[in-house]
């Protein structure tokens, strides 16, 4: 057992804005979203309602979210077919809500100030790039394996992380 939800298939066909719980709430349930997932909201501290999304086929945009504190509601998320981007969530500590990723065509974690690991990258097998760029608190790569038989990486990019000491994962 994953510890997944069993969700039936119920799919978004067009990109999805969450900016507050009202939005959050209208997407509760969705397992697969044909466009975007934008999520930038001054007052949402967590994603709760996304657990059943599986799959999005545009990108992931968590951007300038300054109370989100986790991701956690994405925990089934497996496949990002555009790419994910973190950029400056002010008070998000971890991504251990992208555990259940495996495919993305990059993944960018850029400007989080709170941000002290990447464990969340984890599962990930397949990724053209990864930047993780400017985060202030990170402390560890731990999260990202670099084993060329089961990860295929495109570029890899870590640059101005000043708590990194090294960059073994």
Known sequence: DSG????PENVSTEDVYIVDAETLRSVEGVTRIEGALIVNS???????????????QGM??????????NID????LQVVHGGVFAFRNDQLEHIDGL????????VAIMENESLQNIRGLQGLADVGVVDIVENTSLTSLEGLHFDP????????RV????LLEDIDA
Not at 4 to 7: E, I, R
Not at 99 to 106: D, H, V
Not at 159 to 162: L, R, S
């Open 159 to 162: 640059i101005m992380n000043p």
């Open 73 to 76: 509601g994405l925990r089934a």
């Open 42 to 56: 001054t007052v949402l501290t967590d994603l709760s309602g996304l657990e059943c999304l599986r799959e999005i």
């Open 60 to 69: 992931l945009f968590i951007d300038q979210s300054p109370n989100l504190r």
């Open 4 to 7: 997944l939800p069993d969700c």
């Open 99 to 106: 555990s259940s990723l495996r495919t993305s065509a990059g």
């Open 149 to 156: 038989e089961s990860l295929q990486y495109t570029r890899v």
